[in-house]
């Protein structure tokens, strides 16, 4: 305490006042004086304890942020007392748990940026390989001509995958930094899922699964048309590959107060209890996965439609799987 330049100044202010008064006191009044100059002593040192505490205090929470800053766990220090103390106690316990959870979700970042990057060189090290093992057998010069177009086929189908993910992780790259601006444009449903149905016509035929949409032709929604679409594609995607030859994937919507629902059902196995909980996360693979799947497109739908107030969830029917696509209104 003794060490603060302010309270050894304060301290032989103090001494001089009482030794004044003392010496005054008992010149002019005699023992009056004398009891004046004790009681200047005695509240002086009740500041002095008083002033000590407050820096047992002080040096207390000098301690605890050592002690954080050296890596321990923060405790509980907040004080419900009245009190300059109390309130420093509360203000530095708050800042330390603001900090305690950024350093907590830094971490958590840090940890999926890593297996994100894992998963990215899994998932271009399997085409890449194969590439390589292609251009080597087109090099050489007695390869017959059948197999070298079937090679020259695989080689761009594999390009296709890698130009594919490699735009789907931009994609998804852009949506988590905030960079997409979604359009907020007044669309109709059916539009919509025509224009998500469009690309999936084909391969949905050649699957041998149909594909059959029950939409009011009333129903609105405001949003990104492209984005949406994408989205929606991407479910119905993985539907059409999920669904044996001769089934069916069916979209219908239904409006109520607070959204409109969008209802995709498939004919197919159903999504296995385990994979549910997972089923959107980044490159998971559920049991029921090809050997082609990625493992990106039903969790690029997902961020594309929790941008733009929307949401979509998984589970099973009767029939097969079904996902529901909520679009919720806008508050005006």
């Not at 954080?68 to 004080?79: H, M, S, T």
């Not at 890593?114 to 998963?119: D, F, I, P, S, T």
Request: charged fraction near 20%.
């Amino acid at each position: 305490m003794l060490r603060n330049r302010e309270i050894r100044l304060l301290f032989g202010s103090w001494l001089a006042v009482t030794a004044v008064s003392c010496a005054g006191g008992c010149w002019r009044w005699g023992l009056p004086g004398l009891w004046c100059g004790a009681g200047c002593l005695v509240l002086g040192g009740l500041y002095a304890l008083f002033t000590r505490y407050r820096y047992r205090q002080i040096a207390a929470l000098c301690d605890y942020l050592a002690a954080v800053y050296a890596g321990g766990e923060p405790l509980d220090i907040r004080d419900n007392r009245e009190g300059e103390l109390s309130l420093l106690k509360n203000d530095i316990y708050k800042i330390v748990s603001i900090l305690k959870r950024q350093t907590q979700q830094l971490g958590a970042d840090k940890a999926y940026l890593a297996e994100a990057l894992q998963n990215i060189s899994h998932q271009l090290k399997t085409p890449l390989t194969s590439l390589f093992v292609m251009t080597d057998l087109l090099a050489e010069p007695d390869l017959p001509q059948e197999r070298r177009e079937t090679f020259l086929h695989s080689t761009t189908e594999q390009l296709g995958r890698i130009q594919w993910l490699v735009s789907a992780l931009l994609r998804l790259a852009r949506i988590d930094a905030a960079a997409v601006d979604f359009k907020k444009e007044d669309m109709a449903l059916c539009a919509l899922l025509q224009r998500s149905l469009a690309p999936l016509r084909i391969p949905a035929e050649l699957a041998g699964v149909q594909l059959q949409l029950d939409c009011p032709p009333q129903l609105h929604w405001r949003g990104d048309l492209s984005w949406t679409a994408e989205a929606v594609g991407n479910i119905v995607k993985n539907c059409i590959e999920h669904t044996p030859a001769g089934g069916t994937v069916a979209l219908s919507c239904r409006e109520n107060p607070l959204h409109i629902a969008l209802y995709i059902r498939d004919t197919g196995p159903g999504i296995d209890q385990a994979d549910l909980g997972r089923l959107f996360e980044r490159f998971y693979k559920g049991q029921g996965a090809g050997p082609e799947s990625v493992g990106i497109g039903l969790a690029m739908a997902k961020a594309i439609l929790q941008s733009q107030n929307a949401d979509v969830t998984a589970g099973n029917w009767e029939g097969g799987a079904v996902f529901t696509v909520k679009l919720y209104k806008q508050v005006v």
